[in-house]
């Protein structure tokens, strides 16, 4: 029963290959995973930054998603005011792969004697790989035994983002192409199966809206609220609130709520000057929690800090 009905669902989710929208990765941790759909964050920590975040979806189910990201960053040039790093994404989607690498780089300016507003570039490639041989195919004559194998796509993005040493904002278009994943030629002689003309699956524009503010609520104790709106043409708006607790520079508590979909919470701990380790938990609110065990982040961030200030000070995002 949960094969089955995951397996209704993974057609579902691929209804991209219909004509509706293409959805990116979801994290629990997203405030600590900007660079991934922000290239101005790149350089923003001020150090030579390092980022692991793997996350399993729906644990329980045959296919469910699986995604890990890999990212580095750092400030660059004499005045430090540009930045450049590199985000690696690979998402697992039942008989799906889809990977990007992207070289990403910004330009900052500073717009007072605390804010900077920083302007970024993201550009790459994506990676596709599609075998409809693990699912359960009962119609020979599917559509879905025709393979995509090794579908290499551009991918160029941009996004500002504005940061002081208490407040955070941005917005972004990780991906402006719309390329489709299905070449339409490769289908026209299929008739049977009960499909007929094109079947494509388009990546459309998401627009990724961040914002976060850290309050110091006394010397051993810090309140960040943040959230991260995400808006895609054909898919509903997913708008993710969260509140972080920073106790004694140390330890961070955050619980968040991802509207209409999932409730979470996430424990992490500053192992050292260096080295942030963060752990994440989802709870679905909707009907998929039947099926799953929820789902799980782990995160890893390790900064080699050229100034010292950024060390005795570090900052919440």
Do not use: C
């Not at 793997?54 to 004499?78: C, E, H």
């Not at 804010?115 to 550009?123: E, I, R």
């Not at 955050?254 to 500053?270: E, K, L």
């Amino acid at each position: 029963m949960r094969h089955s009905y995951f397996t209704v669902m993974i057609l579902l989710l691929l209804g991209t290959f219909t004509g509706s929208a293409q959805q990116d990765p979801q994290y629990t941790q997203y405030m600590y995973n900007t660079q991934v759909v922000n290239p101005g964050y790149a350089g923003s920590r001020e150090a030579l930054s390092f980022g692991l975040l793997y996350r399993t979806q729906w644990v329980g189910l045959d296919g469910a998603p699986k995604t890990g990201t890999f990212t580095v960053n750092s400030p660059i040039g004499s005045l430090e005011n540009m930045g450049l790093g590199l985000s690696i994404v690979r998402d697992e989607l039942g008989p799906s792969i889809e990977s990007n690498v992207t070289i990403d780089y910004s330009y900052t300016i500073n717009t007072s004697d605390d804010g900077k507003l920083a302007f970024g570039l993201k550009a790459g490639l994506d990676l596709l790989d599609v075998d409809f041989t693990k699912l359960n195919i009962a119609d020979p004559g599917d559509v879905f035994e025709t393979n995509i194998d090794n579908r290499i796509q551009p991918q160029i993005g941009a996004g500002v983002y504005y940061h002081t040493e208490k407040f955070y904002a941005g917005l972004s278009v990780p991906n402006f192409l719309t390329t489709k994943h299905f070449d339409e030629s490769t289908l026209d002689d299929i008739q049977n199966g009960g499909f007929n003309g094109s079947i494509t699956a388009a990546e459309r524009l998401h627009y990724f809206l961040i914002a976060g503010y850290v309050f110091d609520l006394n010397e051993n104790l810090k309140f960040k609220p943040a959230t991260l709106v995400k808006a895609v043409s054909g898919a509903p708006l997913q708008w993710d609130v969260s509140a972080n607790f920073l106790l004694y520079e140390k330890v961070t508590l955050g619980a968040a709520y991802r509207w209409s979909a999932a409730m979470s919470a996430m424990v992490g701990f500053q192992a050292s000057d260096e080295i942030f380790i963060g752990f994440g938990y989802d709870y679905q609110t909707t009907d998929i929690e039947d099926f799953s065990d929820g789902s799980y982040e782990l995160m890893v961030r390790f900064d080699l800090f050229k100034k010292p200030e950024r060390v005795l000070t570090p900052r919440f995002f």
